[in-house]
């Protein structure tokens, strides 16, 4: 893989995924700090819908953008 693939690749389809809530804003609904980056199209609602189909995918309920971190369990 050539490194203008793995640049094309970064944060589309390969991503950190921290597996602690340490790396999360304790004073911060958790909705708002995972929210989806603004695209050059779409607004707010479009991000905010993004953000809950991939809860979906993760089978996660859309409840867990109003959790704080410690709310969340080591799995979420």
């Given at each position: 893989?050539?490194?203008k693939?793995?640049?094309?690749?970064r944060?589309?389809?390969?991503?950190?995924?921290?597996?602690?809530?340490?790396?999360?804003?304790?004073l911060?609904?958790?909705g708002?700090?995972i929210?989806?980056p603004?695209k050059?199209?779409?607004?707010k609602k479009?991000?905010?819908?993004?953000?809950r189909?991939?809860?979906?995918?993760?089978?996660?309920?859309?409840?867990v953008l109003?959790y704080?971190?410690?709310?969340?369990?080591?799995g979420m």
């Amino acid at each position: 893989m050539t490194q203008k693939d793995k640049e094309r690749m970064r944060g589309k389809e390969i991503a950190l995924i921290p597996q602690s809530v340490n790396y999360l804003d304790p004073l911060m609904r958790v909705g708002h700090q995972i929210l989806v980056p603004q695209k050059a199209d779409g607004g707010k609602k479009a991000r905010w819908k993004k953000t809950r189909e991939i809860l979906e995918r993760y089978h996660l309920e859309h409840e867990v953008l109003k959790y704080f971190p410690f709310q969340l369990s080591g799995g979420m």
